[in-house]
């Protein structure tokens, strides 16, 4: 049996690996897939936590954030696709002249 603190410490490389991501890139899409690490990090969470404590409420929080991820990410290519449009590309630093 794989003990809960090497989950915990590759939940906590993955939530790294995301936000290093968000800190670093300009790229709409590698936003959206830094995201998707964070989210997966959580998700590795609450299923090590579930196994750990023998009951079902983790997992039952992991479906629902996956289903958030899912919604995140349709409502996020829709962005990239009119950052796209509007810009012919998908770098967010370009997007400050829609400002008001």
Do not use: H, K
Not at 62 to 75: D, G, K, N, R
Not at 84 to 92: K, W
């Amino acid at each position: 049996m794989v003990p809960a603190e090497w989950y915990l410490l590759l939940a906590a490389a993955v939530f790294c690996i995301g936000l290093v991501g968000i800190l670093t890139r300009r790229n709409a899409l590698l936003f959206l897939m830094s995201v998707e690490l964070m989210l997966n990090a959580a998700n590795i969470n609450f299923v090590a936590f579930s196994y750990q404590w023998g009951n079902v409420t983790g997992q039952t929080f992991s479906l629902f954030t996956m289903a958030l991820a899912a919604a995140e990410v349709a409502i996020g290519i829709g962005i990239i696709l009119v950052l796209y449009r509007n810009f012919d590309d998908v770098d967010v630093t370009n997007a400050t002249t829609m400002r008001w």
